[in-house]
């Protein structure tokens, strides 16, 4: 998925991604250095607090607005709400490095919606950062969500 960037920015999860030793401070370092190894220019990298709240990416990433801007591509250690937030966020192509097994993103304190079913077979990245799965009220992959993917 990463084939014709050359400028990435990798962003990890503090909770959930961090407890379940995929996305955090280690796997996130690693991350980057397999990146570079690959030829891969690494504008930038954070663990994110929670970056499935809205409120807490845009906070934590505010600081590294220029690493951000300079990347092509953003390579997330997060599940599938996080991926979906982030797209949201920065405006750029979202490569999910990861195959969520659980969730859903905070909108606002006791407000959740469901993002990611964690059917385990994601397909994010081929549906522009919108999961058909959730999105779309029949579950349907061409549904509306794909069509507005595209």
């Known amino acids: 998925m990463l ?3 050359k400028r ?3 962003i990890g999860c503090g909770t959930c991604s961090t ?3 995929t996305g955090g401070e280690k796997q996130l370092k690693s991350m980057a250095e397999q990146l570079k190894s690959a030829g891969k220019e690494v504008t930038g990298a954070i663990v994110v607090e929670s970056p499935c709240d809205a409120r807490v990416l845009k906070r934590d990433t505010r600081k590294l607005k220029s690493e951000l801007e300079r990347a092509e591509a953003i390579v997330c250690l997060t599940c599938g ?3 979906q937030d982030i797209v949201e966020h920065v405006g750029k192509v979202v490569i999910p490095a990861l195959d969520t097994k659980f969730l859903g993103a905070i909108e606002r304190i ?3 919606y469901e993002r990611c079913r ?3 077979e994601c397909i994010l990245y081929e549906m ?3 999961c ?3 999105r779309c009220p029949k579950s349907m992959l061409n549904g509306p969500a794909a069509a507005c993917s595209r």
């Open 132 to 134: 058909p799965i959730t």
């Open 81 to 83: 709400a996080g991926v």
């Open 118 to 120: 964690t059917c385990g």
């Open 8 to 10: 990435v920015f990798v």
């Open 19 to 21: 407890v379940c030793q």
């Open 110 to 112: 006791g407000e959740f």
């Open 3 to 5: 084939e014709s960037f």
């Open 128 to 130: 522009g950062g919108i």
